[in-house]
């Protein structure tokens, strides 16, 4: 049978840094009272493999108060504003 040893000095940096969490984000006193006050927007890409369609961004609007969500597939990160 083998034997390891499990004491250490400190804790190795790959350790610690999987380890480290984020907090919740701060509450907001900003309250929607109705649909399109408030939008929230981000594009995410470059993908590291196109999609079947070539796509390799994608940009994301979320209604504030009705948290509908709308997807669109962007083959050049310059489209953003086409569908703004």
């Known amino acids: 049978m083998l034997k390891f040893n499990v ?10 840094g999987g380890k480290l969490t984020k907090g919740p984000f701060p509450s907001s006193n900003i309250k929607t009272t109705n649909i399109f006050q408030l939008i929230h927007s981000n594009i995410s ?16 609007f979320v209604d504030d108060y009705s ?14 504003f086409t569908w703004f």
Request: aromatic share 16%.
């Open 67 to 80: 948290r509908k969500t709308w997807i669109y597939f962007l083959k050049k990160n310059d489209e953003v």
């Open 7 to 16: 004491e250490h000095e400190g804790v190795c940096l790959g350790c610690e």
């Open 45 to 60: 890409g470059m993908m590291p493999v196109n999609s079947l369609g070539g796509y390799l961004y994608y940009l994301t």
